[in-house]
């Protein structure tokens, strides 16, 4: 099947308390890792799909999680996506070498993150 989730993240508006939140609930394995905009973690959860947290990016706004889809190929889909009807939030940025994401706003109103790993 094509296009599976990937990844998600949790942009939160108090880091420490999510972390100690989680790590408290869930046996997941949570790793701090160097961030160009800041600090950023990462959620080992064995089988199943990973994610991370972060501070949110927008001030004011409230703590939310956030899903990644895997993409071929993140500027055609970012485009087709747009011209579907979303709003891209946030068009095609790298990520620290590691990829390549874009953040859309579907029809609806639901945020969907868009993911090209580098190695893809």
Known sequence: MGNPFVHVELNTTDVDKAKTFYSSLF???LEDVPFEGGAYTMIKVGEGTGG???QHPIPGAPSAWLAYVGVDDIEAATAKAKSLGA???KD??????AGWLSIIIDPTGAVLGLWKPKSA
Request: proline content about 0%.
């Open 27 to 29: 046996s997941w394995g």
């Open 52 to 54: 991370g947290l972060m």
């Open 87 to 89: 709003t891209v939030m």
């Open 92 to 97: 095609v940025t790298e990520v620290m070498g």
